[in-house]
């Protein structure tokens, strides 16, 4: 899957998402080239980028900031350090 993604890095949120199948990179492509053209035209700055996932799941996990704020995406890495110091507890490892 190709997603397109125009986020509004000053609001933190997703102005506009869209899913291509493979077979429609080209249509990606031009839609987001459409899509700077016009922010450019208007002086909006906006982030536009393409992305390539298996699936959105999978694009929420290696792309979080689009999906999280910066409290959330914190929040799971604290969550997730906890989850390692544990296991390192447990197995005697440190690193």
Do not use: P
Request: net charge negative; charged share 40%; glycine share 4%.
């Amino acid at each position: 899957m190709i997603f397109l993604i125009e986020y509004d890095r000053s609001e933190g949120r997703i102005v506009t998402f869209r899913e291509f199948d493979d077979s429609r990179r080209r249509e990606a492509e031009d839609s987001r080239l459409g899509i700077e053209l016009d922010l450019n035209r208007k002086e909006i700055d906006h982030e536009v980028v393409l992305l390539d996932a298996a699936s959105k799941d999978a694009l929420r996990l290696t792309h979080r900031r689009y999906f999280k704020d910066l409290r959330q995406i914190l929040e799971d890495e604290k969550c997730w350090d906890s989850i390692q110091d544990g296991n390192h507890h447990l197995t005697g490892e440190r690193s």
